[in-house]
């Protein structure tokens, strides 16, 4: 179950692991800047670029329909495959458990995604811990997605002009960390054709602050730290920034210091309800939420839609329904 062997898989020489934790690669002339782990080159990649990020599907033996819906895992899987996306962003919880059974279970429910040659981008969630120790943990989400190995954050540079970076919110992205330290070399070190750059992690920076529902939930420090820094940078910075995270498995949108974050995590695991704040742009009573996130690059924005499974217990053909719809403008 490789990520793909699409992939130009641009590895930095000299990556190590140190605990299961990369250590940074070289520098670029600035030390505080570093190059992209993997990149795809322009040549290889369709204009326009269409990217799906989503994440909490929990993969695991189908006769589990408690903590996840097998109809709508499979449904979000075929329909993903169909948009042909140059790209596909999970942002965690991949398995239900982090044990080699569920694994296996991913890679037989996304048999079609390899067929058709989509580049898979995970992101570790909470579940990729459970039921293991964390260097069984490790292990099996390194044979599940080789090119990883080592690696427990990363980023593709896809073409010149989108930076993908994947995150691990298990691991410290507090100031001085070294995932934090890392993050800030990779966005020093974006050149000024990079227009985009999607982030996705598991745990939100910014979500609905819940007073009653699933309130273990709510944003934590770890992720804040994340939200304050790109505070700070992000209107200094010619790219436009989306962070895409999930463990919350329902669907919100928020705005903050021009920074677009979602909550993605309808791909299939039990779903939650949320009472949703003023500051979320999505206010849509829709339950369950069911989706994943269609983003289309132009030359001058980025298009966005929420792609919502319409009843996921109906049978095919399967309703879809775009229930969110935003733009971002790109920086001239």
């Not at 934790?21 to 030390?31: F, I, K, L, Q, T």
């Not at 322009?42 to 929990?58: E, F, H, N, Q, T």
């Not at 979500?207 to 770890?222: G, I, L, M, S």
Request: hydrophobic content about 40%.
């Amino acid at each position: 179950m490789s990520l793909n062997a699409k992939w130009t898989l641009g590895l930095v020489l000299g990556l190590a692991s140190l605990g299961g934790c990369s250590v940074p690669p070289p520098a670029a002339a600035d030390a505080g800047v570093a190059a992209p782990n993997f990149s795809v080159p322009d040549s290889v990649l369709p204009k326009p670029l269409v990217l799906i990020a989503y994440g909490d599907m929990r993969f695991t033996d189908p006769s589990e329909t408690a903590a996840t819906s097998p109809a709508a895992r499979l449904a979000l899987v075929d329909k993903i495959a169909a948009e042909q996306p140059a790209a596909v962003f999970l942002n965690g919880d991949v398995p239900w458990h982090g044990k080699s059974t569920d694994y296996e279970e991913y890679g037989r429910e996304t048999q079609v995604w390899r067929e058709h040659g989509l580049r898979i981008y995970p992101a570790l969630g909470n579940h990729e811990f459970s039921q293991c120790e964390v260097a069984e943990c490790l292990q099996l989400w390194w044979t599940a997605f080789p090119e990883l190995r080592g690696l427990r954050w990363y980023s593709v540079a896809l073409g010149s002009r989108v930076l993908g970076i994947a995150v691990d919110s298990d691991t410290s992205l507090l100031p001085g960390s070294e995932q934090r330290q890392w993050l800030e070399a990779q966005l020093s070190g974006l050149t000024r054709n990079v227009r985009f750059v999607l982030i996705v992690l598991h745990h939100p920076p910014v979500a609905d602050e819940q007073t009653t529902k699933q309130v273990d939930h709510n944003p934590r420090p770890n992720e804040t730290s994340l939200a304050d820094y790109l505070d700070r940078i992000a209107p200094s910075l010619r790219a436009r920034i989306l962070v895409s995270a999930g463990h919350i498995h329902n669907y919100e949108r928020h705005e903050q210091s021009g920074v677009t974050y979602l909550v993605s995590g309808g791909g299939g695991a039990k779903p939650y309800e949320v009472d949703r704040t003023p500051s979320d742009l999505y206010q849509n009573a829709d339950f369950p939420n069911y989706h994943y996130v269609r983003l289309v690059l132009d030359d001058d924005r980025v298009r966005a839609q929420m792609i919502r499974l319409g009843d996921p217990k109906a049978r095919p053909p399967r309703t879809w329904e775009v229930r969110d719809s935003f733009e971002i403008n790109l920086r001239p």
